[in-house]
């Protein structure tokens, strides 16, 4: 179709007197810019899904967005670290050469992001902690490491900021209690994690000096240091209120092994009268203060009746 247009072209410059090189020429043109159009309209390139990449130490390679693409494709864009977070612009040309020779190009873009979306994670040493009454205790010295897959390891500061983390909460070692200690983290994009201990501040488990046999819940009779021992497991409200009024103020609690205590010393019962209430003795299982008695006294004045929660 082209050469009869070209034809007929000819023919009309020469019937009407025009000048058959100018039109030829103009002609010529013409086509030319036809085929480069018709091939420029024949380049085409598909994409992949366009991601959004997460923050990290690799390298994203653009041409691996290119899906499919007709002509010779150069990436004009270079790879790119994936700590640079943000929107990043990918730049493409595909060429070819049309039936004339001509070379053409055809310019495509793509976005992409790369975001950080992971926080820093916290690692404890323990989740629960337990610290004996009086002793120094820092509750940084729980926290392992704090770190960030991308950023390493984020630094111990008193204020919260980029590439830093913060432990909060106070633990008084002076008086009996629990204390919660939260633990906050924050990495180099301002994400954000935090992880909560607790600090558990009691007597401990003394045993005194004592080396023989204790009492436990399969040995219900031994000789202690002082004597005979037994145990009973009670209500102790009475027995505590009756210490109260006597001016006791240590707290009530039961240690892990079972004894229940008043303050650092285990609660027991005795001979008032060999060993009056708020006395100390010593027992198998630690310093003992006499809170009780009971009628074993009758028939043996120097046996000690342990409270416990067996």
Known sequence: MKKIGLVVTIFSLMLFGG??????????????????QDKWASLNMTFNPAPVLEYSSKTFDPADMVASHTGELEVLS??????????????????????????????????VYVKDTVGPTITLKESDVSVIIGNGYNPASNVSVVSDPVDGNLRLSNTLEKGTYVVEGSVSTGSIGT??????????????????FRVAVSYGVYYGTWTGQRLTPTLGTINGPSGKETYYNLNMSGVIAIMRRMGNTDPYWVREDGCKMLGPYIMVAAHLGLRPRGSLVETSLGTGIVCDTGGFALTNPYQIDIAVNW
């Open 19 to 36: 000048n058959v090189e100018t039109g030829y020429a103009e002609y010529m043109r013409s086509i030319k810019e036809d085929f480069a």
């Open 179 to 196: 204390y919660n200690v939260n633990v906050k983290a924050m990495d180099m994009n301002g994400n954000t994690s935090s992880k909560t």
């Open 78 to 111: 270079d790879p790119f670290d994936l700590k640079s977070t943000g929107m990043h612009t990918l730049k493409y040309r595909l060429t070819d050469v049309d039936e004339f020779g001509q070379e053409v190009s055809k310019d495509y873009k793509r976005y």
